[in-house]
């Protein structure tokens, strides 16, 4: 069973810090992708990575894409109180079957 | 714009009845999945189909079924609900390159109790 493991589980942090989440499984994946889930709502796409060492940027949030396509991370800059909300990554083998998902790291920013 | 249509929003079942939990996308995405997310647990995959006629089993496919006989439709039947089917679910699609999947869309959810 493919296992993607996100780290931290919660973070709660001021306004106008810096953070990073991170997302590592055994498994090699053809694309990761990065959602950000808010309550009673589905998850939004925020990115989508298919190359090794891909580096992504959206504004103040970057993502990365490991060398050997096994993990991911995502730092955000300056961190606002609208980045609340529960970041969520995702894995897909070739073909995109079957596309698992982290358990997610909820995110708290206090202003 | 509608993308991802779940229907209904909110549903409680007394054990042992069944329902189906309807989910229509108008993107003309080949993949559709259905997911349940439970707290603490991230979304496990129920069921996928790569398109129209064609499903596969995921993580959790226990108690639920699927059918794809559109490219726009995929609804999730419950056979006979269960307690520990209470849970949120989405159902998500997405445009493939046959290679990599680009993302979902998902739906607004369906959350169910069953008692």
């Known amino acids: 069973t493919q296992l993607l493991e996100q780290s931290p589980q919660f973070l709660s942090i001021q306004e106008g810090e810096n953070l990073t989440v991170y997302c590592n499984s055994s498994?090699?994946?053809?694309?990761l992708q990065w959602y950000r889930q808010e309550p009673g709502e589905g998850p939004v796409l925020l990115v989508t990575?298919?190359?090794?060492?891909e580096v992504k940027k959206l504004k103040r949030l970057t993502f990365q894409f490991g060398d050997a396509r096994k993990d991911s991370s995502l730092h955000i800059t300056a961190a606002q109180p609208g980045d609340t909300g529960l970041y969520l990554c995702?894995?897909?083998?070739?073909?995109?079957?079957?596309?698992?998902f982290g358990a997610g790291t909820r995110l708290f920013v206090k202003a | 714009n509608a993308g991802v249509t779940q229907t209904p929003k909110f549903q409680v079942l007394k054990t042992g009845q069944s329902m189906t939990l309807q989910c229509a996308q108008d993107?003309?995405?080949?993949?559709m999945s259905w997911y349940r997310q439970d707290p603490g647990m991230g979304l496990r995959l129920i069921h996928y189909?790569?398109?129209?006629?064609?499903?596969d089993q995921g993580e959790v496919p226990n108690g639920y079924n699927v059918s794809r006989s559109t490219t726009e439709d995929f609804p999730l039947r419950l056979l006979s609900a269960a307690p520990s089917q209470t849970s949120v679910y989405f159902c998500?699609?997405?445009?493939?390159?046959?290679?990599?999947?680009?993302?979902?869309?998902f739906g607004s959810g369906t959350r169910l109790t069953v008692v």
């Open positions: 189909s790569v398109g129209a006629g064609i499903t």
């Open positions: 498994s090699v994946f053809s694309s």
């Open positions: 995702a894995g897909a083998k070739t073909g995109g079957f079957k596309t698992i």
């Open positions: 990575v298919v190359t090794g060492g």
């Open positions: 998500a699609s997405s445009y493939s390159s046959g290679v990599n999947n680009y993302g979902y869309t």
């Open positions: 993107m003309n995405h080949e993949y």
